[in-house]
């Protein structure tokens, strides 16, 4: 018999996919696997359900390997006992960013290339849908480092087409925080594998992350409610946009050219 928690995980999933029509009859969904938590408890779930949902599609794990040594035995293993094929990419990521360029902030750059190389890979083996592991504490703080260090209200979408490589991304842990997944992994025993990325821990991306972390502790719920505006934001409610940036005279104050409806 399954347990209440793995249903409950497996519910949250599956509303997503069906909410964002992640997932159509035929599909063959390529699936980022990093070795992380994340990707690893993506993996399992997606293979979990897919004897549970109304549609059929493929599963393909594909490990971007940046060139600096990690346990792929360990993601090759897992995929094996899963029967999911699986492809080691072999890149020179970790030398252009670290060696060849020494970028002071290699974090954008490194994932530019694995982005790219992802799409290639899944491309060349005739996948049609990208699956990622990023959940809704990830949503959050892509929000907030657009708003803080770039001023824009924006984060990534639960489904996004890429015309360039014609695979569309889906993200199926978006209604799931990082701590549901954690519990999820440790609850299934899933193994994961350790990154040596020479950054890992020290990024912006960690401490938006811990101020997430000290909101939430103060204001329980924060991360459902971000969830709710995500899925319910209405312009209407910000300013219209400018009407001009350049006012000639007479145009001020009309009172006129800007309507911001107020009921
Ligand atoms: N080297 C890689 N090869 C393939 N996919 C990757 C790789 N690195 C990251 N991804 C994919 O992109 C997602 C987001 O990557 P990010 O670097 O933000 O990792 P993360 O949030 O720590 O996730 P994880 O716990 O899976 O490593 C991952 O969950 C995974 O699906």
């Not at 929000?143 to 209200?153: A, E, K, R, W």
Request: aromatic share 8%.
């Amino acid at each position: 018999m399954q347990d209440a928690y793995l249903r409950w995980f497996k519910g949250k999933v599956k509303k997503a996919m069906t909410h964002y029509q992640m997932i159509c009859d035929g599909d063959r969904v390529a699936v980022g696997l990093s070795g992380g938590k994340d990707s690893m408890a993506l993996l399992q779930v997606l293979h979990m359900i897919r004897r549970e949902v109304p549609v059929r599609y493929d599963l393909h794990a594909i490990f971007i390997n940046p060139g600096w040594p990690m346990d792929v035995d360990i993601m090759a293993d897992f995929c094996r006992q899963r029967d999911i094929p699986f492809t080691n990419k072999l890149t020179d990521i970790g030398e252009v960013v670290f060696i060849e360029r020494q970028e002071k902030n290699p974090c954008a750059l490194c994932a530019n290339l694995r982005r790219g190389a992802i799409n290639n890979t899944a491309r060349a083996l005739g996948l049609n849908k990208l699956a990622l592991g990023h959940h809704l504490d990830d949503a959050i703080e892509t929000f907030m480092m657009s708003l803080i260090y770039t001023g824009q209200f924006r984060t990534f979408s639960p489904v996004t087409y890429m015309d360039r490589s014609n695979i569309t991304l889906i993200r199926p842990l978006i209604y799931i925080t990082g701590q549901t997944v954690e519990t999820f992994v440790e609850r299934y025993g899933l193994p994961v594998v350790k990154s040596l990325c020479p950054v890992n821990g020290k990024t912006k991306r960690e401490e938006m992350k811990k101020l997430v972390e000290m909101l939430d502790e103060r204001y329980p719920d924060l991360k459902t409610r971000f969830l709710t505006a995500f899925q319910t934001f209405d312009p209407q409610n910000l300013w219209p946009p400018m009407v001009s940036r350049h006012p000639a005279r007479g145009d001020i104050c009309k009172g006129e050219g800007v309507k911001n409806k107020i009921e």
